[in-house]
């Protein structure tokens, strides 16, 4: 099941793509994909809809936007790719390397990235992001945490280097400005993705490739992920993380060049989709 949302923001609805590749409409059956949604078995009972064709259209006007309801938190795995890790010169980690950004920074896959003010180094990452599907708290093994996986997305984390690195060694905030985290166009439930460790991704600014990666160089893979997190914090239904980088950032060149005002930048990972975001100065 591919899950989207759409509408205004503040407004959004919860939709899915049908077999044809249309956008349908769920709220008749389901407030939000949220939290309450995953924990009470929503994927299980959106699967028991008999006749999806028979569900409202989604006129093409209306906006994508983030497919899950803002997550209660969203956690981030540094350095999770080995030859990201050779690319920025540093060592291959023992375990994960773990951060937070703001829940605030999820938005639509097609909505602007927003320049900071004050800005110079805002750079680009695009990562396979996992939506947590049932609250998870001391895993016993990966092979456990596979089940608390809803489903896969694109999340881009978009960074300010600068504040992540330069202003007091706190990444959280060089993580966590406004639409820092367009996530989607949708959520492919876990049965949709036959091998989440062996998929294309790339990522493109002003139509030259940045990023040409495949997320079987992760250093540590998704289900362990999940549970080697469970071992410090509950991960809660609709929870999101966003599972490393492969190298291009524009941290990573021998002369880096960050976005500006009017770059367009395109991401896409095989079998979730793609992304487009136009940057614009913060108000």
């Known amino acids: 099941m591919k899950l989207i949302r759409f ?4 407004a959004e609805k919860p939709g899915i793509i ?6 349908r409409d769920v709220s008749a059956f389901f407030t939000d994909f949220d939290r309450h949604f995953f924990n009470l078995g929503g994927l299980h009972k959106l699967n028991e809809i008999e006749d999806l064709t028979a569900l409202p259209e989604v006129d093409a006007s209306e906006r994508w936007a983030a497919c899950i309801a803002r997550p209660g938190k969203v956690i981030c795995i540094g350095l999770n790719y080995s030859d990201h890790a050779e ?17 605030n920074t999820v938005v639509g896959p097609f909505d602007p990235i927003i320049i900071p003010r004050k800005s110079t180094k805002t750079d680009w990452e695009v990562e396979l992001g996992i939506v947590i599907g049932k609250d998870a708290r001391y895993l016993d093994s990966p092979e456990e945490a596979k089940a608390h996986i809803a489903g896969y997305c694109i999340s881009h984390d978009v ?6 690195i330069e202003r007091g060694g706190q990444w959280t905030k060089g993580k966590s400005c406004d639409n820092f985290n367009p996530i989607g166009p949708f959520l492919a439930s876990a049965d949709e993705i036959a091998d989440p460790q062996n998929l294309k991704m790339s990522l493109s600014v002003n139509g030259v490739l940045r ?11 998704c289900a362990y992920v999940v549970h080697y997190l469970s071992q410090f914090m509950t991960l809660e239904a609709g929870d999101l993380i966003s599972t490393g980088t492969p190298p291009g950032v524009a941290l990573g060149m021998k ?4 976005l500006k005002a009017g770059d367009v930048v395109e991401l896409e990972i095989e079998g979730l989709g793609k992304q487009r975001q136009v940057c614009e100065d913060a108000n």
Do not use: C, L
């Open 87 to 103: 690319e920025a010169g540093m060592a291959i980690p023992t375990e994960p390397i773990v951060f937070q950004k703001g829940a």
């Open 211 to 221: 990023q040409n990666g495949n997320s079987n160089k992760m250093i540590f893979d």
């Open 159 to 164: 960074s300010e280097r600068e504040f992540q």
């Open 7 to 10: 509408g205004n923001v503040g």
């Open 255 to 258: 002369v880096p060049v960050y």
């Open 18 to 23: 049908d077999d044809n590749g249309v956008r």
